[in-house]
Nanobody, 120 residues
Framework: QVQLVESGGGLVQAGGSLRLSCAAS????????MGWYRQAPGKQRELVAT???????NYADSVKGRFTISRDNAKNTVYLQMNSLKPEDTAVYYC??????????????WGQGTQVTVSS
């Protein structure tokens, strides 16, 4: 079992910045891809950004140039730096981690979600 603890959400004015963190702990042999997704009210969950163990990143077009994903492999932690925030970025942000557990089984876990609200 893996636990994901997210932090860093909150209320910010348009144009402001927030930094999300997600720390993974538990039965982890190695972590593969880490990512952030978001879900706005009445909408489907969508990909925001992902990062591989080697540092390759992928971003949704809507956040390119404004958000930066990074990870600290020693701490099993993924970050999302969000700059130039817009009201349309308002959503619950979820961390996702793909990993191999101590029994070498491939697993995927989700965080509990953290609310990001951007006021205009």
């Amino acid at each position: 079992q893996v636990q994901l603890v997210e932090s860093g959400g909150g209320l910010v004015q348009a144009g402001g910045s927030l930094r999300l963190s997600c720390a993974a702990s538990g039965s982890i042999f190695t972590i593969n891809v880490m990512g952030w997704y978001r879900q706005a009210p009445g909408k489907q969950r969508e990909l925001v950004a992902t990062i591989t163990g080697g540092g390759s990143t992928n971003y949704a077009d809507s956040v390119k140039g404004r958000f930066t994903i990074s990870r600290d492999n020693a701490k099993n932690t993924v970050y999302l730096q969000m700059n130039s925030l817009k009201p349309e970025d308002t959503a619950v942000y979820y961390c996702n981690v793909d990993y191999y557990n101590d029994y070498y089984a491939f697993m995927s876990s989700w965080g509990q979600g953290t609310q990001v609200t951007v006021s205009s």
